[in-house]
Nanobody, 126 residues
Framework: QVQLVESGGGSVQTGGSLRLSCAAS????????MGWFRQAPGKEREGVAR????????YYADSVKGRFTISRDNAKNTLSLQMDSLKPEDTAIYYC???????????????????WGQGTQVTVSS
């Protein structure tokens, strides 16, 4: 079965960096776009970044553009999110997600996703 397992969350001060990783298994990894979402307390889940199956195109939410970088390693079935210049408003649970076929375009929304990871907490203190 499809499994997505995140790692790399933690606590950091404003301006710091963190790198999240997601290990995927149970399907042909390089056939799917992948994405990252986040959900802050009391807020809806937000699509943060998306990458196509062979890394040709990347999407970023305006809130993270220029600070976050999504990447993937198809040989290792892994997805990464490098987060730099972190701000307190980046505090959230971050989720790795598999994008449904034919949903790899436009804004990244929950309806685009068929599988989710369990999430990893990121806390940025001022």
């Amino acid at each position: 079965q499809v499994q997505l397992v995140e790692s790399g969350g933690g606590s950091v001060q404003t301006g710091g960096s963190l790198r999240l990783s997601c290990a995927a298994s149970g399907y042909t990894y390089d056939s799917y776009c992948m994405g990252w979402f986040r959900q802050a307390p009391g807020k809806e889940r937000e699509g943060v970044a998306r990458i196509t199956s062979v890394s040709t195109t990347k999407y970023y939410a305006d809130s993270v553009k220029g600070r976050f970088t999504i990447s993937r390693d198809n040989a290792k079935n892994t997805l990464s999110l490098q987060m730099d210049s972190l701000k307190p408003e980046d505090t959230a649970i971050y989720y790795c997600a598999r994008v449904r076929r034919s949903h790899c375009g436009g804004r990244l929304e929950e309806i685009d996703i068929d599988y989710w990871g369990q999430g990893t907490q990121v806390t940025v203190s001022s």
